[in-house]
């Protein structure tokens, strides 16, 4: 079951496949890279990333909670929020 809350600004959702663009363009801004190691910052690590959170969401029972916080307004993600 996906996850879908939304509030008068923003939505909570899941991951899809169809935000790459998007994610690939916060995961190479220098100060997101910061705070990783050098091969957790290439294109093809959070592709592949973006992949494994698309799987979890569908895991039963589902353990994992990696999800976007997006605003409506904008047509590009905000940021991940992960739950563990």
């Not at 079951?1 to 909570?12: F, K, P, Q």
């Not at 909670?65 to 590009?76: D, G, H, M, S, Y």
Request: hydrophobic share 40%.
């Amino acid at each position: 079951m996906a996850l879908h809350l939304e509030t008068e600004r923003l939505i909570l959702r899941d991951f899809e496949l169809g935000d790459i663009e998007s994610w690939l363009q916060i995961t190479s801004h220098p100060k997101y890279q910061t705070f990783y190691p050098k091969e957790e910052c290439s294109p093809e690590f959070n592709a592949h990333l973006l992949e494994m959170f698309v799987e979890q969401a569908h895991q039963i029972p589902r353990t994992k909670f990696q999800l976007v916080i997006e605003a409506k307004r904008a047509t590009k993600l905000l940021v991940l929020s992960h739950f563990v």
